[in-house]
């Protein structure tokens, strides 16, 4: 149960500080009025739907370095940190240039819930905003795999004290820049990009760093009794057969 804690704990802290920034970063936004509201919702909900993937790809390489740490073989979790993120950054790269070269395609299905007269402004802002968003994919991929590649070596400590640090930066500049610049719209999204790129490169230069190679989740004094443990049953075993 400590364990559990241990190291559960900070990663589901990490998570909530995440959310209650992006939930600071869409009220800011809601203040600055309905269209602008409308835009940033359907840019963010376009993009969840391509981010899910990288989610998925992001808990299999966690899960994948977490065995091979436990095999001993750090080797190998690097290996799979690599190849994951080819995988995401390829397809993130596929995905943006989607959001680049034909926005109006992605937004089709969304149009149908807009009244005619909001449609033109709508969909020129939306489609602005996408390029944020491709701007930041790649360094999205490299978030989501390197983070969970340290947190499956048990780096979920640094991942946490990151997010806390780091969540409060672009709230604060957002905040800041509509209430006492009124930059508008396009500023809280170039801090977003911002923050999105530098959590981006902090994650991969952690992981370069390879601290996360001697950290252990199960640490080798219980591996060697519980190893013991076995080979007693084992024995007893055999002695009860004979």
């Known amino acids: 149960a400590w364990r559990l804690l241990r190291y559960g704990l900070p990663s589901g802290l990490q998570l909530l500080l995440e959310v209650a920034g992006y939930t600071a970063f869409l009220i ?3 203040d600055l009025g309905e269209m602008d509201m409308a835009a940033t919702s359907l840019a963010f909900n376009v993009n969840n739907l391509a981010f899910m993937p990288i989610l998925g790809i992001g808990l299999a390489t966690s899960t994948l370095v977490g ?5 001993e073989r750090p080797d190998l979790a690097a290996r799979v940190t690599h190849t994951a993120f080819i995988l995401a950054g390829g397809y993130m790269l596929a995905i943006s240039a989607l959001y680049v070269l034909a926005p109006d395609f992605i937004l089709m299905a969304h149009w149908s819930m807009v009244e005619d007269r909001d449609f033109p402004q709508l969909q020129h802002l939306t489609v602005v905003l996408l390029r944020f968003v491709a701007a930041y994919c790649l360094f999205d991929a490299m ?3 390197f983070s ?3 947190k499956g070596a048990g780096d979920t400590r640094f991942v946490m004290l990151t997010t806390l640090i780091t969540s409060t930066i672009p709230v604060a500049l957002t905040w800041v820049g ?3 610049f009124h930059l508008g719209i396009y500023w809280p999204w170039i801090v977003m990009t911002g923050w999105v790129m530098a959590l981006g490169f902090i994650y991969m230069a952690r992981f370069m760093q390879g601290k996360w190679r001697s950290m252990r989740v199960i640490e080798d004094p219980l591996i ?3 190893q013991g ?3 007693a049953v084992v024995h007893a075993g055999e002695a009860l057969s004979h």
């Not at 065995?67 to 095999?71: D, Q, S, T, V, Y």
Request: hydrophobic fraction near 50%.
């Open 224 to 226: 060697g009794d519980s």
């Open 67 to 71: 065995h091979r740490m436990g095999e």
């Open 229 to 231: 443990t076995a080979a």
């Open 28 to 30: 800011l936004i809601g």
């Open 178 to 180: 509509l209430r006492y």
């Open 148 to 150: 969970a590649a340290i």
């Open 143 to 145: 978030n989501v795999i």
